[in-house]
């Protein structure tokens, strides 16, 4: 009985697991092939010629591909620790279960539903410098008016922001639902020993959130070093090379040069850096598993 | 039992995975479809007319339409006629400039599942024009009058690919960025550099108002960048392919260039793209303006976005300087089956009468130099004729050169580094880039002499 359930189940899963060969694990297998080869498609009658690892070694030499690199991570980083920050407060204030909590979870999503192209474009009149909303309040301040994203000391923060600013919910939402998932009594405990709400948060809170936390850093590390669209339409990578990120470097190296097999190699370097880094969030969630 | 309700789901599952992985991939136009029903729905009533059979009856063209909002409607006004008059039906399929290349490469490699008819920037068949059919013969055949055509689309339209006479493709649209000027603050253009510059200046006096709008982001400052060099005299390369871009000429191109911008253009404009620029000019904030025109016309034409009414003409660059011109045009997959059918329908698409309509309707403007002179196209388009007067010097850049958008490219980036202050130093930001372009040509040097 067992056996025949075993052949229907591989029956069942054999389209599927076809399905995913040809359109994934072909493609990613075909372009490690030809990261080994040099082929520029734009030549006519080009044919691809082996060259080993001379594409992974050209990335070392490449300054503007290291470049993209550092402003990638530059971004990820920023973003991140700054989604992380406010989104725990977000979080903190989602659980206090005030009576305004539902309408505010409902508004905090509000950035995450509009499309990326719709956010760059918005966020690009914002920051216009002649006549953006950004400038016409700042000016209240007394701050004179920025070029933002026409300076190329200001595009990466601008570019910044609006990424905290529209994936800001993903950290507030995963780290309200770890706070709800701690249970009341330990603070409760707390509280009748004596302890403060800075402790409770402190020596209760913070350690049991440790795989929500984890867990958010783990989904926004790929979104973030792999972003596109809002910086295409921001910016398209300028001024200069300001907000030249990996992606778009390595779009414009594949899909517009066609530098295939240089392409492939950086996609491949990059798709290595990432694993590394998620790897070691899994392990720390799994040692924190086999910690519990 | 079990086992027959079993067998059943995995018959089912397995139908409907082919018919989603196979039947989807099908060609969504068989090349060989019978003529019979549709045709047959739009069969007039009147008995007279159905007798002949026409021409094309039951022939199908795919068409690869590159995005081109102003002509879109004009085009597939053409594609109704072409199909009532000879029985083809065109099939429009519409993609951006950005991923047109990767469709047609695609394309390309399923053969038969190909586009019949591209509709796309002449520099794409730089790489494709192995797969393009010649047109020599056709145009000789259908006596397709070219002798009207301005001599950049006539110079710049022939010998792609291993034979200077082969023509692929019939130019549709040509384009040139000029300068966009407001005629209530500059009542004379003028056609020197320095006496652009003083004009840039009287009309300076932030921030109420500037005397120039450009588009910065990096792709949009190569233009700007070619408009100046090239008043200088000198080609971008040598003719055996050395770049001559980081000499003094290209130092002195794009250091007015800075000059231009910080100086006489709203603050941040490195970080605006087209509309923002046309927006600047149109609302009167900027005195001029240097960019492509079909980002710039909808609003001049348009009285609730525009506050500077009629006071607006078109011109060419000071100095013989130009933008880089590019033409619009149509090709024909070399394996169609029908090519005289895609052909014919080329050859109506842009035939005189129907440029003359387009420029009248959309301000197309068209490679049929005799249009910009037309008295009713001048009517109703009043800027066609400094239009012709930018199109008249205008010429491409990196002209048959496959790997040109891989000089295109940097050369963008390089400039805004140095519009930007990334690199401070003119000619560390040329000789940079003059490298970048040394290697993408090395990868296949072309075996012909580099002109312009």
Redesign the interface.
Known sequence: MLAENRR?SI??LL?SVL?LI?AYVYPMLYSFFMSFFSY???????EPVFTGISNYLSIFNNLAFLNSIRITFIFSVSAMFFQFIIGLFLALVMSANLRITGMFRVLMLVPMMITPVVVGILW?NL????YGAINFFISFLGIP????????TQ?LPAVIVVEIWQQLPVFAFILAAGIASIPTELNKAALVDGCGRMRIFRHITLPLLKPAIIVAFLLRIIDTLRIYDIVYMM????????T?FLSLYIY?RG?????IGAAAAQSWFFLIIVLLIEIYFIRLILRRGTAG | MRKISNLFLVVMLTVTMSIFIFGGCKPAVPVEEPVVEEPALEEPVVEETVVEEKKYEGVELRMMFQTNPAIEKNMKEVCEEFYERTGAKVLMEEAPFESIMPKLMASIEAGEAGYDIWYVNIEFLYTLWPYALPLNSYIEKYNYDTSDWFDAAIKYGVGIGDDPNIRYSIPLVMVVPPVFYNTEKIPEYPTTWEDYENILAENTNPPEEYGLAVAGVPVQTIKLFFARYWSLGDPLLTPDWKPLINSEKGVKALEMLKKHIDNYAPPGVLGWDNPEAAASFANGLSATYEGWHGFILPLLEDSAESKIGDNWAVTKYPEGGTGNMTTLDLAIFKDTKYPDAAFEFIAEVSNEENSKKWAIEGGNTTPRRSIYEDPEVQAAQPWFKGYKEALDVAKPSFWKVPQWIELFIPTGDAVSQYLSGQITDPQVALDQLAATWEEAIKKATPDFEYSE
């Open positions: 229907w029956i069942f389209p399905f040809v520029s498609m734009l030549i006519p009658g080009a690009r920051y216009n410098s002649s008016p920025q070029t933002w994203l026409g300076s190329a595009a910016t398209q990578g300028g001024p200069g090379t300001a030249k414009e899909l517009k040069f066609f530098d």
